[in-house]
């Protein structure tokens, strides 16, 4: 599942640079008491930063934001709510992930209103933190049985499909690969449900790091190969 608590770090401000209110809302975030903060359903926070996942004027502002629900997700005991009418977060997590895809009516049946009948123009995300931190988001979603239940029910895995297709990074991709794997998997064993809190044995984690450690070598020589290789020539230029 990756990280196992909300204390992973966003992206910083440049140095000498004070956040902007989203970033260093994500960056309080990660405390346990700022997310009891947020998530007080009184206080219907969290509902007024789901229209900012698509926020067009700055990327910095987006990924506080989806920082910020992203570590939110981390408190399982929330997420039935957070998955339920009151915030119903999860189309908000995926709209920014989907593209101009025709889906067969069949298909879009199964999506939540706000994702059928996107327009031909529909652009994803640019920006892949802020891809990859959505993805993340969902994956916490799923670490309860019904909070799988309810990200299946509502179609996420089409949207997944789609954007596996279309994603151009590796480690955004890897990250998708994981969650589709989630949805379409078998059901944990009983005891285990929860995946937050499933006890790893050590010599098993230690097997999941080397795999981690392997994968970012893997994407990091895939990105070290694109920046090495050459641009096409346009048709007719001289080499140089």
Sequence with gaps: M???????????????????????????????????????RDRCVVQRLLPLTQYPDSTVRRGGVVGTLRNCCFEHRHHEWLLGPEVDILPFLLLPLAGPEDFSEEEMERLPVDLQYLPPDKQREPDADIRKMLIEAIML??????????????????ILRELHNWEPESDVRGTCEKLIQVLIGD??????????????????????????RQEQEQCLREQQERELSPEPQAEGAAPT
Aim: zero cysteines; charged letters at 25%; aromatic letters at 2%.
């Design 2 to 40: 990756g990280a196992r608590d909300g204390s992973q770090q966003g992206r910083g401000p440049p140095p000498g640079k004070a956040p902007e209110g989203p970033q260093l809302l994500s960056n309080l975030s990660q405390r346990p008491a700022a997310r009891a903060f947020l998530l007080d």
């Design 141 to 158: 979603l799923t670490a309860t049985a019904p909070g799988r239940q309810q990200v299946r029910d509502q179609g996420a895995y089409l």
């Design 187 to 212: 059901e944990p064993e009983r005891g285990m449900e929860n995946l937050l809190e499933v006890q790893v044995p050590e010599d098993v984690e230690r097997q999941l790091q080397e795999l981690d």
